[in-house]
């Protein structure tokens, strides 16, 4: 063999085995983005505060409601002519219909409307089986919601009334020390919590009253602990991708109560933190209606053509004045 072959050969075995290694090398870089890829996981804590006026959160400055709001999107909307009582609303956001179809219309209900409009536990947990749910709440009618179905959420929790805590303030910190410890030890994929001493102080005391607002200065540290175990555990797991939903079902008369279509009774918001939302922006469309089309879109669950509200974690954002 020539000197020329001799060389030729040693070329050509060079660049082939240059080509096989840029090969293997993008191969590798391609199988390690699909690893990342799934190993990003989605997680959504979604907060219940029943009662809560946000133009109150505003006036007390709870430090946590704001920093939420400003690091996330705020949704500021009426949600008239909607029943303005807490069954009809928890059950809206918990469903994604409003109550001319759920047909919940006060606090007095069972399992049977959630057959047809299936709660968003069960759509999660239909779609996906794999994934964690949990439902922690003050109000034990919450559990008659994430409860029912088949599947219903793994884990359904009402918080035993502590006795002789009329103001519901120990019964909430207890719920906020269930959340921690979930978010901490289990880290659930959604998780709904509902926090009730707010609605409690607007029924003794109205919406006006120092009472309503020591009420929202206490119901706001109790979801700073539930942002700082969120927190500490997304630092903690860099794949894990961590939203927190915010929302509330009515609000209160100055001189307490509710289940009207007064503004005070009306008013409603949503704080949505996380990856698929703009930090300070706001919207006067975001609704408690979107909450379960959002979560579902967050888990590329299927959505339901027959909800009344849409996912909002791909919808323009339209602003508001009076933020």
Known sequence: MSERTVAGTSLARRQ????????????TVLATGRAQA?????KVVLIGLDGLM?????????PNLLRLSAEGTLGRTSIAPHVTISGPSWATVLTGVWGSKHGITD?????????????????????????????????DQIATMTGSGNPSADVVISTPPVPGDDDEIETDAAT?????????????????????QVDRAGHQHGGASRAYRDAVTR????????VAAVDARARANPAERWTILVTTDHGHRPKGGHGGQTPDETTSFVIAR?????????SSSFSLVDITPTVLDIFHAPLDPDFDGQSRIRQPIEPFTSR
Do not use: C, M
């Open 16 to 27: 082939l085995f240059s080509s096989a290694v840029a090969v293997a090398a993008v191969s």
């Open 38 to 42: 799934a190993a990003q996981a989605d």
């Open 54 to 62: 946000y133009r109150k959160i505003e006036e007390v400055r709870a």
């Open 107 to 139: 606090n007095n209900f069972d399992a049977t409307p959630f057959a047809k409009y299936p709660t968003v536990f069960t759509r999660l947990e239909r779609s996906d089986p794999t994934l964690k749910t949990q439902s922690i709440a003050t109000w």
């Open 176 to 196: 906020a020390d269930s959340v921690v410890t979930a978010i901490t030890k289990y880290a659930p994929d959604f998780l709904f919590t509902h926090l009730d």
């Open 219 to 226: 119901i706001d540290a109790l979801v700073g602990r539930i």
């Open 274 to 282: 996380g990856p698929n939302f703009i930090a300070g922006a706001t």
